[in-house]
């Protein structure tokens, strides 16, 4: 039973640039939500999809967007990117219905913007 | 919105001592869920509690949920070197779809 995958697990671009990153869900799960998570603080919410559709979002501005696909497999993508983006991107799931309460977290994408 | 704010930030303990970490809000919570979080790790879920008053053990680790729902604990009984890492807690916000707000955690290093 496959965990959520998360790739490329490190990235160093440049400011300005695009950065496309990738998560797979947990075998059985639909929801797929993003964190990103600054050095010594807790993750916070960047959005989150089920269904293909955006859901819900938290305080991030429009540069951060993503997509979900008919396999429920997920990207977030960030444009224009500023120094401050650097962080652990990290890509949560869940099943919408029953099961375990917590969300699965993949290992995360380690990007730096420099 | 809703917060959580969790102390102390840091905590450093010898092996065998007890560890606490406490969260705290001024609203109350519909529900509160714990994670670990080792070096260079991901968050990984450890329980959620929904009951006022609600307690769970697993095995050296007991939670706790306010009888308010404003407030929550994690006591580690005879700390070991495995536990070391960041433990947050978080709020499930919005309900069965909902997404998790995180305290800022509390790190915390087992010296041997």
């Known amino acids: 039973d496959a965990g959520v995958t998360q790739s490329p697990t490190h990235l160093i671009k440049t400011r300005g640039q695009q950065v496309t990153l990738r998560c797979s869900p947990k075998s059985g799960h639909d929801t797929v939500s993003w964190y990103q998570q600054a050095l010594g603080q807790g993750p916070q919410f960047i959005f989150q999809?089920?269904?293909?559709?955006?859901?819900q979002r938290g305080n991030f501005p429009d540069r951060f967007s993503g997509h979900q696909f008919p396999n429920y497999s997920s990207e977030l993508n960030v444009n224009a990117l500023l120094l401050g983006d650097s962080a652990l991107y990290l890509c949560?799931?869940?099943?919408?219905?029953?099961?375990?309460?917590?969300?699965?977290f993949g290992s995360g994408t380690r990007l730096t913007v420099v | 919105g809703q917060q959580v704010m969790q102390i102390p930030q840091y905590q450093h303990v010898q092996e065998g001592e007890d560890f606490t970490t406490y969260c705290n809000s001024s609203t109350t919570l519909s529900n509160i869920q714990w994670y670990k979080q080792r070096p260079g790790g991901h968050p990984v879920f450890l329980i959620q509690?929904?009951?006022?008053?609600e307690v769970k053990k697993q095995k050296r680790l007991t939670f706790q949920f306010g009888e308010a729902k404003k407030n929550s604990s994690l006591h580690i009984t005879a700390t070991q070197t495995t536990d070391v890492g960041t433990y947050f807690c978080a709020l499930n916000y919005g309900g069965s779809q909902g997404n998790l707000i995180f305290g800022k955690g509390t790190k915390l290093s087992v010296k041997p």
């Open positions: 949560a799931s869940r099943g919408r219905q029953g099961g375990p309460k917590g969300y699965t």
């Open positions: 999809y089920y269904e293909e559709e955006e859901r």
């Open positions: 509690l929904v009951k006022s008053g």
